[in-house]
């Protein structure tokens, strides 16, 4: 979703910063302001005094009603992704189960058993529906338990399946985010989510607590190498895109978003994403951030460019480095991705193992995690080490020696040993 804060010049000549207020019943409904420090302000002013739209104190709001003003109250905040996982979460799972329920009257005792039911396996079958007009033979996956044989027709033999991991941590973190936008409403006092706790002993527990965690899986270096040799002889765009990853360590969002005009001698600017409807929108963040440009990518992106004026492509400063005319459609490059990974053998890597790549690389020849960090983009380096630690360097390398050594030989010591290890 775009920005609602955009500079604009006045008749008179001077430049202000307008806030579209009009998603937050503001008024003014455009409010202008003198410096952008004082838009934000007011913008973050306005998203409070709305609130969720629902009245304190009412028991009569359903869980239903709470999410519906959830989403809609969201959508200038959250990314488009984000909130069209919430949606389809709840309407799969999550309305079915307490849609008509008054929200004080769910309790933690029900969630779990909810949760529970969701991740245990349950008989499935493949099934054509018979109807009438566009609805005749439509084929879905229900319960053996829904299947009625005079509507229905199955397609093969009846299976167990249960909700991966990942996807019964979706549930419980939007159930989360309901009750705590119920919480902020005054609705209930506390989340009935914060007193189901996994416990902290023994494998399994430990186990369970991180499966919905994503591990990261770096390329190897011929790996890497397949894939761009791959690319150099069927599909140049993509070999310059995954190189655009590979050596920055981008999103892929913001990669698709790259304008010529971000790039400059030494750096790119990275202050944009698009998502996959092809809106475009801020970093994950909200913040720019200038990423170094290495040597290799700078002679690849100059390449591009005398490539793309030769084609008749865009070059100025506003126009997509990739695509032709708008940011390359998610659905297009992840054609082509399964493409070149199958063509390679790497079937169990995914486009966003290039960022991993970019950050393990770094982490094991030495590189400053807090760099590394601001290199990605990560709001708090936290989420880095948490990611990444395992690719961090853990040898003394005689590290303990630095406590005999006064300050000044220290720090010549400290820089001889950055630079044996980068």
Known sequence: MANPIRKIKTLAGTVVWQVDGRKFNAAPRRPQFATKEQAETALSEMIARRGAGLHPGRRDI????????????SADALAGKTLRAYSSTLQAHLLPAFGNKRVIDISTA???AFLAEKRAPRKVVK????????????????????????TMRKLGPEVERQLAPASVQQLRATLSVVFQSAVEDGLISVNPLA???????GRK??????????EEKPFTEAERDALLRWCAETDAELGDFLALL??????IGEGRALRWGDIHPDYIQIERNVDDKGEITLTKTGLARKVELAADLKKILAARFVDRQRTGHGTGATDYVFGNGAPIAVRKLARRWEA??????????RLYDCRSTFASVLLTRGAPLLWVSKMLGHSDAVTTLKSYARWMPTESRGHINLLDQPPALAATDRAEMKSATC
């Open 62 to 73: 359903t869980f239903a009603a709470q999410a519906e003003a959830l989403l809609k109250n």
């Open 110 to 112: 029900q969630i779990k």
């Open 127 to 150: 099934i054509v529906t018979v109807g009438e007009g566009r609805c005749r033979d439509r084929t879905t996956t229900i319960p053996v338990g829904d299947f009625d044989s005079a």
């Open 195 to 201: 007193a189901i706790r996994l416990g902290r002993r």
């Open 205 to 214: 527990a430990r186990v369970a607590a991180s499966v919905a965690v994503a």
């Open 246 to 251: 590979f050596k920055t360590g981008c999103r």
């Open 340 to 349: 070149a990974r199958d063509a390679c053998g790497l079937a169990s890597h």
